[in-house]
Each structure stands twice: as structure tokens, then as C-alpha cells.
């Protein structure tokens, strides 16, 4: 990882534009070793799309994992679950 400051970086693409809510960044993890503690999960289940909002609005970090997620769609979409067989 490199030592950027992330919050400079989303200030220098948000203001010139005028975005008015923070930018979100998705990062996939293969390994459940890999996500660093301490991480905040929601207290119930919430939708990928809005938890995207959440973060977006609040400018917050937020775990998700594959029991946090309230629509089995955006758990399929991010490879995240199985999909149900129709058969």
C-alpha cells in the first residue's frame, strides 16, 4: 500500500467538479485474514446499494461481509454468495 493521503486525493477530484457527499472506494478481500480489525459492520443488514449511500453520505468505513448483506442480488453481483440454482 502506499503512503498517499487519501483525503487530499478526494479533495483535489471532489472540489473542482463540486461533488457535494464523499467519494467511496470498494475494496475486495480473498482472504477474511486480510481485513484489518476493528472495521465498523452495520448493526443489521443493509443492501449493498445502500450501504454505498451510507458511506457516501456519512464519508465513513464500513465492513461488509457476506452475512451483512440484506439483498442476496448485491451479494451475487460481488461474488460474495452463490446464487440460488433455479432449478
Partial sequence: MN?????EIAKAISEPIGLTKHL???KLFDDLKEVPEGLPRPESKIYYCGAVGKVMREGKTLLLL???HGCDRGAYTLCLK???SPF
Fill in 66 to 68: 457476506a452475512e451483512d
Fill in 82 to 84: 452463490n446464487p440460488r
Fill in 3 to 7: 503512503n498517499k493521503n487519501y483525503a
Fill in 24 to 26: 467511496v472506494a470498494v
